[in-house]
């Protein structure tokens, strides 16, 4: 009887606890749930959009081997515009820019590699302005390369970039200033770097020395 009775008071008071906060409770319960639900479909969204942009820079790449750069240019955008924040989209219009220019295009190339410098990583930026710099050169907008060459490269990209500059003023007849554009790409760059050879090609085709290399980390 005692056990009965004590069973009642714990009944009493837990309808008494849920009449206060069951509502309460209900709702922090539906929205754990729906943030849990909300974070799966996150999760399989995501990997739902990785495969597909996946699927489609293979194709981009099955049409830049077979030349068809009407094709490379239609998949890269589709890749842009749905799947913009990507790795894939970077990737894209990198090479959409690359069968661009291979197709005489330049100013597709040019609004490639331009959407990679506003819409990529700091790496794949650094890799977009130093082509994009390159394209200027061959339209012989140099003023207008330099000035891409002045903004911010990560730290192993800054020889190839005063590397770059330097063909830019040798395309300016402003051999002094290739020079040490030359000589500063040989500093940055390391001792290993199999492009040093050509840019102390570049340097001592202008009367330039050499540079001490860039001690290996």
Known sequence: MAYDLEEQ????????????????????????????????????????????????????????????????????????????????????????????FDANDLKTAKAQLQWVVEHGNDEYKSIAKLRLSGVLLDEKAYDEGLKLLATDFLPQFSGAAADRKGDILVAQNKLAEARTAYQAALEAMDKKNPGRQLVQLKLDAIGGGTAAPKAAA
């Not at 714990?10 to 639900?37: C, H, P, R």
């Not at 240019?73 to 913009?84: H, L, M, N, P, T």
């Open 9 to 100: 008071e714990q009944l009493a008071s837990l309808k008494a606890f849920w009449n206060q906060y069951g509502n309460l409770l209900t709702w922090v319960l539906i929205v754990a749930l729906g943030s849990y639900a909300g974070y799966n479909y996150w999760n399989s969204h995501q990997r739902t959009e990785a495969a597909e942009a996946s699927g489609l820079y293979d194709e981009l790449n099955k049409s830049l081997a077979a030349k068809d750069n009407a094709k490379v240019q239609r998949i890269a955008g589709d890749v842009e515009s749905k799947f913009g924040s990507s790795v894939y989209a970077q990737m894209s219009a990198l090479a959409a820019a690359k069968s661009a």
